[in-house]
């Protein structure tokens, strides 16, 4: 995350599974957005798809003007490396962050990069093209490979990136350090989203009014 005079800062993090990102932030304007992975057979793809729909039933249901595009979608190799570097200069509090080269103007407005490696997942701060990276822990690492847990965590980090902090009550999404919530707590046999706060649906709406336009 970039020190910026008035933004609170949050730790967006389910214990060592997803990090923090800048809270209180609404876009300005329609991001584009695209899902990244490195087969073409990732069934994250399809999650990414979800949390997005998620996300504009709420915005919808909440009156909201402001949407999300659908996410396209590009096969093609990760960075994990930068996105492992990533994460650890936002775990380890660094201000500002250090966003490696790999990352910086990235190719749109929110850019989803499905990692196969070992990092904490997390939605990265604003750079300086006001545009912002959301990277997700391999699939096949403890605690994604739970079933249900990555819709949750993928949803989670789309919610940090449309500007929601976190909560202390481990049977909503958006719970975080620092309460004790840990990812497990998304496992489900039965596909389901965890829903939202109704303060965080009010702070949706101050930050997206039904009169949002972009600028």
Not at 182 to 191: C, E, G, I, V
């Amino acid at each position: 995350m970039f020190t910026i005079p008035g933004l609170l800062l949050v730790v967006a993090c389910l214990t060592a599974t997803t990090a923090h990102a800048q809270f209180g932030v609404p876009w300005r304007h329609a991001p584009t957005l695209v899902a990244i992975s490195s087969a073409d057979d990732d069934p994250r793809l399809s999650l990414v798809d979800e949390a997005v729909s998620f996300w504009n039933k709420t915005l919808e249901e909440i009156g909201s003007g402001f949407r999300l595009p659908p996410a396209e979608r590009l096969v093609k190799p990760v960075p994990e490396d930068a996105l492992q570097a990533l994460s650890r200069s936002i775990v380890g509090g660094s201000r500002p962050v250090d966003i490696p080269p790999a990352l910086r103007n990235p190719l749109r407005d929110l850019t989803i990069m499905l990692g196969d490696s070992e990092f904490v997942s997390f939605a990265g701060p604003f750079d300086s093209t006001a545009k912002r990276v959301v990277g997700i822990r391999g699939l096949n690492l403890s605690p994604m490979n739970l079933p249900n847990v990555a819709r949750n965590v993928i949803a989670h980090e789309l919610g940090h990136a449309i500007g929601l902090g976190h909560n202390d009550d481990p049977t909503k999404l958006m719970c975080g350090r620092p309460s004790s919530c840990r990812p497990n707590l998304f496992r489900s046999d039965a596909p389901r989203l965890f829903p939202l706060t109704d303060d965080e649906k009010s702070r949706l709406l101050l930050m997206y009014p039904a009169e949002w336009k972009p600028r």
